[in-house]
């Protein structure tokens, strides 16, 4: 630590009962910056354990929705091109929603039908049950995608949070409060 590492003042009274209060707010701040980090990283953790939950799920659910599809192929043939003419607009929509933790926005994704089922009619003289059953697997999994989605956009915008945070509060501890110190 050299010269450069102190504030220069003129020793008064009054410069004494400024820096005394600026030192008082350096470690609010610094207190402060340190809950916000601490509820960052408990939502960052949180946020793991849903992913890593939703991805082991989400092997599962693929082999479910391809061994569906393999079933309704088999027993209604090929119903791509049924499908093909029935999609005039989307059934399943996004919604979007911002959630605020310790101020910072955080996206999340939500999905709802709208409309009735086009395709309810689909594979009914051959094979409608199965068609109809890779339909709600695939529902599924589309939905799981979905929050893993919103799982994964959380977790990048928590981690650049916790960084700049961190940052901060290193940079209080470490440069602010020494300076006010000495």
């Known amino acids: 630590m050299g010269a450069g590492d102190r504030v220069n003042v003129f020793p008064s009274r009054m410069i004494l009962t400024v820096m005394k209060v600026r030192l008082k707010g350096a470690q609010k701040g610094h207190s402060l910056l340190k809950k916000k980090s601490d ?49 005039d607009k989307a059934q399943n929509k996004i919604k979007f929603t911002k959630d605020n933790v310790a101020g910072v926005q955080l996206t999340n994704f939500t999905m709802h039908t709208e409309g009735s089922d086009v395709y309810q009619l689909t594979g009914l003289g051959k094979g409608g049950q199965t068609v109809s059953r890779c339909k709600d697997t695939a529902q599924k999994a589309i939905k799981l995608l979905v929050e893993l989605a919103s799982l994964q956009t959380t977790f990048i915008t928590l981690d650049e949070a916790i960084k700049i945070t961190n940052r901060r509060v290193n940079g209080i501890e470490y440069v602010i409060i020494p300076r006010f110190v000495k």
């Open 39 to 87: 509820a960052l990283t408990m939502k960052f953790r949180t946020t793991l354990k849903k992913i890593i939950e939703n991805k082991t799920v989400m092997g599962d659910v693929m082999k479910a929705v391809y061994f569906s599809l393999a079933e309704a192929a088999y027993a209604a043939g090929d119903i791509s091109q049924t499908v093909i003419q029935n999609a």
